[in-house]
Nanobody, 122 residues
Framework: QVQFVESGGGLVQPGDSLTLSCVAA????????VAWFRQAPGKEREGISC??????YYADTAKGRFTMSRDNVKNTMYLHMNSLKPEDTAVYYC?????????????????WGQGIQVTVSS
């Protein structure tokens, strides 16, 4: 059974950094396409970053500030976030198993973590 355990969220101030972790069970992160999404209140879930066939992709909103990585030994994927802004406030999700469509479309992903809250506020 595919499962994720997300951690690392919380309340930070604008300009701070934060690293989200997503520990996988039931599959190896090294062997699958994996991604991070986020969803702000009243908005659609949006793709932040994806590792797809060994290439890493970023949404424009994440380029230059966020870095996605994975540790194959720990079977964990990470999202390192720098220079956080209030508009980064959202519930962040990890995902795997892209079945169809562009990676940034949440509807194409089959497996999801439970989500973790990130709040950026002074």
């Amino acid at each position: 059974q595919v499962q994720f355990v997300e951690s690392g969220g919380g309340l930070v101030q604008p300009g701070d950094s934060l690293t989200l972790s997503c520990v996988a069970a039931g599959f190896t992160v090294n062997g699958y396409n994996v991604a991070w999404f986020r969803q702000a209140p009243g908005k659609e879930r949006e793709g932040i970053s994806c590792i797809y066939n060994e290439h890493t992709y970023y949404a424009d909103t994440a380029k230059g500030r966020f870095t996605m990585s994975r540790d194959n030994v720990k079977n964990t994927m990470y999202l390192h976030m720098n220079s956080l802004k209030p508009e980064d406030t959202a519930v962040y999700y990890c995902a795997t198993n892209l079945r169809w469509g562009p990676w940034a479309d949440y509807r194409g992903w089959a497996r999801w973590g439970q989500g973790i809250q990130v709040t950026v506020s002074s």
